[in-house]
């Protein structure tokens, strides 16, 4: 079997501090666990991969031979070496000593949206982890104070799940290895949402339904995220033709079910109020549909309404929510094979990972349920 790997996505730095076999096992390794190499691919065979990198034969069969010991390949006389499922693969030795494995995670009090992300991490480490969970509201200095106790409890590495830090922060500060996840222009080694493509997305079903006159409820621009949001709302609104006039931004206090109660009874309380709704969260979605059942609106008939993130609960409202999949169990095992991989001393092939979002159509955005099943088995 012929080699699948795109030979130019490996290179070799001389100038760099990382010997030229570390910096091979690193990159190959973070391909593997990347999906970009599969399990059941081979490798290039040794002597033309090192003809082609410029290295010495034995550097790279020393490569190959780290690979098989870490799980990632199995080397077969006369059938070349092969990738595994890195799942099952021991993957990067992290232990540092006789330290144990130990992460500190720092998320924001949504608990319910950062749930899967918390499974995730603990599922997909190579090895047993012990997670250090700190919970706060979105104060950068919060963030930063977790943060210094965390390194002083000696963790081997740190996991910062939204803007839970100051933009400008020195990151010499943190000698720990540190990965931001769902934190757009994070200072350091990020995995992130594409929070614009997917609020666009859903807002764009929104208007397949023939509104023509939306709302959308939001907490108060200034976060990246929020903001990203934001951009994309307002993409599929000027894509669609709406004139300025037709495009209500409603303000919420924050996320949650409760602000976005109180904003959908403002938006549906209005001589001129809205026919859809988008939202910049789930838990504001569900808010609204609050609102609209108090106030005898029924929904999707009278108001159509759209979420974004793809919450549990989403699945439980009346009707089922249509929104947004932002993947947060993708976001916690991206996270923890960019922090293993910092801990291991590796240099990382990226420094940010974008995560897609897709659209999960349900009933409150107007389509009946076997619309819905039939457009999502045609995704």
Not at 85 to 108: D, E, L, W
């Amino acid at each position: 079997m012929s080699s699948n790997l795109p030979m130019r996505l490996v290179r070799v730095d001389p100038s760099a501090r990382a010997s030229i076999g570390a910096q091979l096992t690193s990159q190959l390794e973070w391909l593997i666990a990347r999906g970009v190499i599969r399990e059941g691919e081979q490798l290039p065979a040794i002597r033309g991969f090192a003809e082609h990198l410029g290295v010495n034969f034995n550097t790279l069969r020393g490569v190959y031979k780290q690979l098989e010991h870490d799980g990632f390949v199995l080397s077969e006389r006369g059938r070349g070496t092969t990738v595994l499922n890195y799942r099952q693969a021991r993957g990067p030795t992290v232990r540092k000593g006789a330290r144990s494995f130990s992460i500190g995670v720092i998320i924001p009090t949504h608990l319910e949206f950062y749930s899967p992300f918390l499974n995730a991490l603990d599922s997909s480490s190579s090895d047993p982890a012990l997670l250090f969970i700190c919970v706060a509201d979105r104060d950068p200095n919060r963030g930063l104070s977790y943060i210094d106790q965390l390194i002083a409890k000696n963790v081997d590495g740190i996991i910062v799940a939204g803007e839970m830090v100051p933009d400008d922060i020195d990151m010499d500060r943190i000698s720990t290895p540190t990965v931001f996840a769902d934190y757009p222009g994070a200072p350091g080694p990020s995995v992130l949402f594409d929070h614009e493509h997917g609020s666009s997305l859903v807002t764009e079903h929104l208007l397949e339904h023939g509104h023509r006159r939306v709302g959308f409820v939001t907490p108060p621009l200034g976060s990246p995220s929020v903001e990203s949001k934001h951009r994309g709302f307002l993409r599929a609104t000027r894509s669609a033709g709406l004139a300025p006039n037709d495009v209500i931004i409603e303000t919420a206090d924050d996320f949650g079910v409760e602000p976005g109660y109180a904003s959908g009874l403002r938006l549906l309380s209005r001589h001129d109020r809205p026919t859809g709704i988008a939202t910049a969260s789930d838990s504001l979605a569900i808010g609204v549909l609050r609102a609209a059942r108090e106030l005898g609106i029924a929904v999707p008939d009278e108001l159509a309404v759209v979420g974004n993130d793809n919450i549990a609960s989403g699945q439980d409202t009346a009707p089922p929510l249509t929104t947004a999949d932002a993947p947060a169990a993708e976001l916690g095992s991206e996270s923890i094979i960019m922090l293993e991989h910092l801990i291991a001393g590796h240099d990382l092939q990226q420094q940010v990972v974008t995560l897609t979002t897709q659209l999960v159509i349900r009933q409150s955005c107007g389509c009946h349920r076997s619309d819905a099943a039939t457009k999502e088995a045609g995704r």
